[in-house]
């Protein structure tokens, strides 16, 4: 059995790989002890110039299987930034009427869609029509119907989908996903999740439901979601949920400000969650269960990440969480490899399927069933 010092090890050699528990092409870490990577580098067009897309940029910058090849922005101003910063030749640049062409463009293997949440879908499929992989931030469409269209449009081009489920691939996550799939914290009871901040300009699009799909829920609840799922290990069957809102006039109709929630799995654990625009200081998992216990908080912002568990403290060092992510996702695309917890266009569509469960009860105040079909 892989021992945490093992795991730690391996971890901390690289920024990029956890080898052991991959299944990397044969060669892809050939030279020595599997940890010089391979040459080829995923070429990548990011599409949506905002806020996160610039964190993902200047993260790159220590990629070494990732490099920013393209934009795609309607804000002429911004490609010439972008194209000054990232070397980026004007042949490599698009705005959204026009990035269709980009199938003819062999510079470019992926196109990262970091733009207001409603727009992923359209756009995406977009991007698999060109030939081109997809890179999607979360959440992957506004519901579950979107999510299936995505999925299907990528397997039709015969290209990858991936959501920027960053968290996916940091240490501290990684570790409590370990010991509880070898059965260290035992039969898992129980998880919460909190997940929020107090959201400001009350013009922005996170706050407009044509371009955010909803409200805090599809932003940053979410993460609440995806955390039960990766934490507890099972897919929940039915969800109850409550909304408070306590101003009508920032959070319209269709723009949840507040909503509690809870899921059942399987086996019997349960899950309480918290999602919400207006509280700070609220970031936190935990995960219970009959041997032990895993604590994170902060446990999903952009780091350090601080962790503990009923044998002591974890704190795993930082590593830049998008330098980690893009480079394991140019692994997959470029050398078939797994991720540890997976980051596909499934996964995404499972969090959209429990979303509208969550919506619907909250339309009907009953529990929702969740179904996968
Ligand atoms: P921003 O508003 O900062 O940036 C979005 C960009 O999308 C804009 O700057 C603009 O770029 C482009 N865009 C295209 N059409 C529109 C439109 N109609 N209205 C507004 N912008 C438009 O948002 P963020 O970068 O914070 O978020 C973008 C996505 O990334 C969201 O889906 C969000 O959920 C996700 N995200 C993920 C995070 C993570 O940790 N994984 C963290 C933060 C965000 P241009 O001018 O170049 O066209």
Redesign the pocket.
């Known amino acids: 059995m892989q021992t945490r010092r093992d795991f730690l090890q391996k971890l901390t050699a690289t920024a990029f790989s956890i080898p052991m528990l991959s299944s990397a092409a044969p060669g892809v870490f050939a030279q020595t002890k599997g940890l010089i990577p391979n040459d080829k580098m995923l070429r990548v067009a990011i599409m949506?110039?905002?806020?996160?897309?610039n964190?993902v940029a200047d993260a790159m910058k220590d990629c070494k299987r990732a490099k920013i090849t393209g934009?795609?922005?309607?804000?002429p101003s911004?490609?010439t930034d972008w194209q000054a910063r990232f070397n980026i030749p004007a042949k490599n640049c698009y705005n959204?009427e026009n990035f269709d062409a980009i199938k003819d463009n062999p510079d470019i293997d992926a196109v990262y869609i970091?733009?207001?949440?409603a727009?992923?879908h359209p756009q995406a499929l977009r991007v698999a029509a060109a030939g081109k992989h997809v890179i999607c931030?979360?959440?992957m469409s506004i519901n579950a119907q979107e999510g299936r269209e995505m999925i299907e449009a990528c397997k039709k081009a015969g290209v990858h989908l991936l959501i920027?489920?960053?968290m996916h691939f940091e240490a501290n996550t990684l570790e409590i996903v370990r010991m509880r799939r070898e059965g260290e914290l035992g039969t898992i009871r129980f998880f919460q999740g909190l997940s929020g901040f107090k959201i400001g300009d009350p013009t922005?699009?996170?706050l407009n439901r044509e371009?955010a799909g909803g409200g805090a829920m599809?932003?940053i609840g979410i993460y609440a979601i995806n955390g039960a799922r990766y934490m507890v290990g099972e897919e929940p069957i039915w969800v109850t949920a409550q909304e408070v809102k306590t101003d009508p006039v920032k959070f319209r109709e269709g723009v949840d400000e507040t909503i509690t929630f809870q899921l059942g799995f399987p086996s019997g654990a349960i899950a309480s969650c918290l999602s919400t625009y207006n509280m700070n200081y609220l970031d936190k998992f935990y995960l219970n269960g009959d041997k032990g216990f895993a604590e994170m908080q902060p446990s999903t912002g952009?780091g350090p990440i601080r962790s503990w568990t009923h044998k002591g403290r974890l704190d795993l060092p930082h590593v830049t969480?998008q330098t980690t992510q893009m480079d394991e996702m140019a692994a997959m695309i470029l050398d078939g490899k797994k991720a540890i917890i997976p980051v596909d266009g499934e996964e995404g569509w499972k969090d959209m399927v429990i979303i509208d469960a969550i919506f619907e009860s909250i339309r009907t105040g009953q529990k929702a069933e969740i179904k996968y079909v």
């Open positions: 949506g110039l905002g806020s996160y897309a964190r934009v795609i922005s309607g804000t911004k490609i959204y970091i733009t207001p949440n727009l992923h931030e979360k959440p920027g489920y960053r922005q699009w996170r371009l599809m932003d952009y969480h």
